[in-house]
């Protein structure tokens, strides 16, 4: 929660029969989608053709009020953003979505993921005298589909033609002057699903956007498809299709909001079914089990079912303070820490504890959460964490980039339980992390956990590959 990885963003678009207030549908849709980024947000309406955009630094109830919405217009297709950075940093001008106007006409994109070739793509663009106004990996996209747009017959076979040069994972929704297009990388590395409202069809990162605004979820869209809706309706272009994917097994362990189903399956049923594999591989003598809010708490309840031991809530956490990553200082990210959660004393005191929480990336985190509970009067306290040790960087839009941080890089298991100070630990197994997702006919990706990454990867990529100091590049 406070020490966690992050997700890049979070995708929407609509398409309507005739004109609507489209601002406001998407702005309900990036709302249910804030967990996927707190950093900025924007929408971008299209009016006959008339691209009006609003984005800015801030949540979606911060940056967008009635006015601003108001002044966007009616149109019957838009496009929205919430942004956590992976790559570029936390900066207005990387808000999205971006809009490109070009001599075939505006494009207005937005995206989930992160490319591992974006550099490449830059440096070669700028070699022939293209100018980048942001440092992430969507302005890389944009240029990649206008180039290709220039020759091409049309926008979806540009996007067609571009998803032969980038690498990595993209959830793109893209809007043109007369149609909204979705695109998802070939590994489909990050979800994107399809609904319809009446006359409208809509496109979102997880289909508790459809539920916002009362849309009906009709399909996930498949690795490698670009979905076309136009004023004919949705068609799909699929050459770049058939492999079976590999999503992101961290969707169902943290990113995703637990009333989405993703791949098929409920996210909410895929963390039962870690807490119920955690008993199993990890059981432990304890009076009562709790969860750490938010995504702690659904397999603290698994656990609790698979195990009898009766479920506690443990903790109450406060959601009216800024975010914890985001201060200047370490002792004001601690003293966040202790105002964001308190221990319930009433439901731990003198008994023997068990604490399960999604994730251990640093370990700082989850040894304060533990003397939370000591000092509320817990007499034991047995951590056990919903997915496998993080001992490898993710190059697919999450924001572990190096191995430094991670403290299953530096420390054993002993040595770990040791220093947030547990009297037992345990890490969900690879294997049962993959079981995750029953009713989800797909791979996924695990590399976080064990190297093994769907496609190739470099050596290494920082979070601001596009920006660095002087005395830097000289190394």
């Not at 004001?332 to 999604?358: H, P, W, Y």
């Not at 989850?366 to 034991?380: I, N």
């Not at 839009?397 to 530096?410: F, M, Q, V, W, Y």
Request: overall charge neutral; hydrophobic content about 40%; some cysteine.
């Amino acid at each position: 929660m406070f020490d966690s990885i992050h997700e890049e963003c979070g995708v929407f678009g609509i398409y309507a029969d005739k004109k609507c207030d489209a601002a406001a549908m998407t702005y309900m849709g990036l709302y249910a989608l804030q967990h996927r980024g707190q950093e900025s947000c924007g929408i971008v309406v299209n009016d006959d053709g008339l691209f009006s955009s609003h984005k800015a630094l801030g949540l979606v109830n911060q940056v967008f009020d009635k006015d601003t919405l108001a002044a966007l217009g009616n149109g019957n297709i838009a496009i929205g953003h919430v942004r956590y950075s992976t790559t570029g940093n936390n900066s207005a001008v990387n808000s999205q979505p971006l809009v490109i106007r070009h001599g075939k006409g505006p494009l207005a994109i937005a995206h989930n993921g992160n490319l591992v070739n974006a550099r490449e793509l830059r440096m070669g663009y700028e070699s022939r005298g293209m100018i980048f106004h942001t440092t992430n990996d969507t302005e890389v996209i944009s240029y990649a589909i206008t180039e290709e747009r220039l020759t091409a017959g049309s926008i979806e076979q540009a996007v067609e033609r571009m998803m032969y040069k980038v690498k990595g994972a993209y959830s793109l929704v893209i809007m043109s002057p007369k149609k909204l297009i979705a695109a998802r990388d070939p590994e489909g590395f990050r979800p994107l699903s399809l609904g319809r409202l009446g006359g409208a069809w809509v496109v979102a990162s997880e289909t508790c956007a459809f539920d916002s605004i009362g849309a009906e979820f009709v399909r996930d869209i498949r690795p490698g498809e670009i979905l076309i809706i136009d004023e004919n309706g949705p068609r799909s272009i699929e050459t770049h299709c058939g492999k079976k994917g590999h999503i992101c097994v961290f969707e169902y362990v943290y990113f995703a909001r637990p009333d989405s189903v993703i791949e098929g399956s409920s996210v909410h049923r895929a963390r039962l079914r870690a807490g119920k594999f955690l008993w199993r591989e990890h059981p432990v003598d304890a009076d009562i089990v709790v969860g750490v809010p938010d995504s702690g708490l659904d397999a603290a309840l698994g656990f609790s079912q698979e195990s009898g031991i009766p479920y506690g809530i443990g903790f109450i956490k406060n959601r009216y303070i800024a975010r914890t990553f985001i201060q200047p200082s370490q002792a004001e990210r601690t003293n966040s820490v202790k105002i964001k959660l308190n221990a319930i004393a009433d439901t731990v005191r003198g008994k023997r504890v068990v604490m399960i929480d999604d994730s251990m990336v640093r370990g700082t985190t989850s040894g304060r959460v533990v003397k939370l509970l000591r000092e509320a009067g817990a007499k034991e306290v047995h951590v056990r964490f919903a997915c496998p040790q993080f001992i490898a960087p993710c190059f697919f839009g999450t924001d572990i980039d190096s191995k430094e941080n991670l403290i299953a890089c530096k420390m054993t298991l002993p040595q770990i339980c040791e220093h947030i100070g547990a009297d037992t630990l345990g890490f969900l197994s690879i294997d049962s992390v993959k079981k995750l997702a029953g009713n989800s006919d797909c791979d996924f990706c695990v590399g976080c956990f064990n190297e093994k990454y769907p496609i190739e990867v470099p050596k290494e990529m920082p979070k601001d590959k596009f920006e660095y100091k002087i005395s830097d590049s000289k190394k």
